[in-house]
């Protein structure tokens, strides 16, 4: 990191100014570092009380692998949408390479997840996603943002 690269953070009011999500399908609790642009750390804390717990295999809960996905890709989502360039704009799940999973993720984990940019090309961004629980891999995966005016 240069010296002019700052760190932020951003709790879940902060989040819910950078990316339009509301309950039921707000993912990310909370941005623990940014560096727009960049990189960016956050974490899902997984409760029991989560509404896809009362149909997804309710006798022995999982967190549904799409679901980890989207929490990353609202992760990625808020790292656009820190960059000056993109402020007041939208920024939408575009695709999906090399999704791994690697463990399960049950109620009372926190899903640690972090995301580094790779590529940016026009609107669209590109970046490298993890999630661990207990420092242990749980999912992996190239996820695609697109940067849209908003309507």
Known sequence: ????????????????????????????????????????????????????????????????????????????????????EYKGKLALFAGIDNARFKRVVRPGDRLDMEAEVIKMRGPIVKAKVMGHVDGEAAVEAELMVAIQDKH
């Open 1 to 84: 990191m240069t010296q002019t690269e700052s760190k932020m953070s951003f709790d879940i009011m902060q989040i819910m100014d950078l990316i339009p999500h509301r309950y039921p399908f707000l993912l990310i609790d909370k941005i623990t570092e940014c560096v727009p642009g960049k990189y960016v750390k956050g974490y899902k804390n997984v409760s029991m009380n989560e509404n896809f717990f009362q149909g997804h295999f309710p006798n022995n809960p999982v967190m549904p692998g799409v679901l980890q996905i989207e929490a990353m890709a609202q992760l990625c989502s808020g790292l656009v949408m820190t960059m000056p």
